[in-house]
């Protein structure tokens, strides 16, 4: 992963989805670069940006925030012209709230993304890195996930993910736009919300109370937010990355029971574990094992993850220990 020297020196980008989890420390590296940074998030009517909001004041003012929706095409259009490098990582995430808002996953997933393609290629960018998912391959039917893996809607958030790939190929194949597909495995560190289960753990054992989880026995490879952004960065760079998916993972997997073991480890905390129902998802819903295969993110991208399981997690945990004002209702379910 050694960087291009100067390569984002002074070039200009836009992030989507700048204020969350993998966006706003994607932003904040991207300025360490030297790049300049615009950052669409989407408008509400308080004044705030996310994370990028807790930045130092001479990073923070170094980013240009552009308020507005992805589906609003006029909206994207003008965020992008003048831009370089499009990295489109705005999205609804949520796995169990697709389940209860599938039309507004699927239209701003995908329409979103839609129109985020669209857009960069009427304004000719050099480079457009489109987000997608590990969900997309359901549950593994052969190990380890290489990129040539059957992909499988198992859920609507899935499912549209897997529909916003394939415009992105097409507009490839159709219009050669240089648009790379970039699927990172189950991303975890600082800034993630508890609908991700590493900060649900964390949290809960620092409160004290019950554990409460939903099914212990899937398998995920989770990869460090660091890694992660460096591989956004890596697929900004390459040229022979154009018109390629490729799967950003550590080819480790874990059970979200070894999980609760590791973290009640480096926390010197343990709670008994109440499964509840609410937690879980449907049956075929469920993606029971996620592991990538990496070879082609190496020999692509010269990427791979540096940040272990064990060092990530410690990092993880002592930055929620610090930052508990950034969560609320511990403990309590939310989609």
């Known amino acids: 992963?050694?960087?291009?020297?100067?390569f984002w020196k002074s070039k200009k980008v836009m992030v989507t989805g700048a204020g969350g989890f993998i966006g706003s420390h994607l932003v904040e590296k991207l300025v360490s670069e030297g790049a300049q940074v615009s950052a669409f998030v989407r408008y509400t009517s308080r004044p705030q940006a996310g994370f990028?909001?807790?930045?130092?004041?001479?990073?923070?003012?170094?980013?240009?925030?552009?308020r507005g929706d992805l589906r609003d095409y006029q909206a994207v259009l003008k965020a992008i012209e003048g831009n370089e490098v499009v990295f489109h990582l705005g999205a609804l995430i949520g796995i169990p709230y697709s389940y209860e808002h599938p039309w507004?996953?699927?239209?701003?997933?995908?329409?979103?993304s839609l129109n985020v393609l669209t857009a960069a290629r009427e304004t000719r960018v050099s480079r457009i890195v489109q987000t997608s998912s590990s969900e997309v391959y359901g549950t593994a039917r052969y190990v380890p996930i290489d990129e040539a893996h059957p992909l499988q809607g198992q859920s609507p958030y899935s499912a549209s993910k897997i529909s916003a790939d394939k415009i992105a190929e097409s507009y490839f194949d159709s219009f050669s736009l240089p648009v790379v597909i970039l699927r990172p495995f189950n991303t975890y560190g600082p800034r993630q919300s508890t609908r991700a289960v590493i900060p649900?753990?964390?949290?809960?054992?620092?409160?004290?109370k019950q554990l409460k989880l939903g099914n212990l026995a899937p398998r995920r490879d989770?990869?460090?937010?660091?890694?992660?952004?460096?591989?956004?960065?890596?697929?900004?760079?390459?040229?022979?990355?154009?018109?390629?998916?490729?799967?950003?993972?550590?080819?480790?997997?874990?059970?979200?029971?070894?999980?609760?073991?590791?973290?009640?480890?480096?926390?010197?905390?343990?709670?008994?574990?109440?499964?509840?129902?609410?937690r879980i998802r449907p049956l075929d819903s469920e993606v029971q094992r996620?592991?990538?295969?990496?070879?082609?993110?190496?020999?692509?991208?010269?990427?791979?993850?540096?940040?272990?399981?064990?060092?990530?997690?410690e990092k993880t945990v002592d930055w929620i220990t610090n930052n508990l004002q950034f969560f609320q209702n511990i403990g309590e379910y939310s989609i």
């Open 290 to 313: 996620l592991l990538s295969q990496n070879r082609l993110a190496l020999e692509l991208l010269n990427w791979r993850p540096k940040v272990d399981l064990h060092t990530g997690l």
């Open 104 to 112: 507004e996953t699927i239209d701003t997933n995908v329409i979103g």
């Open 222 to 278: 989770f990869t460090f937010v660091s890694d992660t952004v460096d591989g956004f960065l890596c697929a900004g760079e390459s040229v022979q990355a154009i018109g390629k998916t490729i799967n950003l993972g550590t080819s480790v997997d874990i059970s979200i029971a070894d999980l609760v073991s590791e973290i009640s480890t480096i926390m010197g905390k343990s709670l008994d574990v109440q499964v509840e129902s609410v």
């Open 1 to 6: 992963m050694d960087r291009k020297e100067l």
């Open 200 to 208: 649900t753990i964390i949290t809960q054992l620092l409160a004290g």
């Open 52 to 66: 990028i909001d807790t930045f130092e004041p001479e990073i923070r003012h170094a980013v240009r925030v552009i």
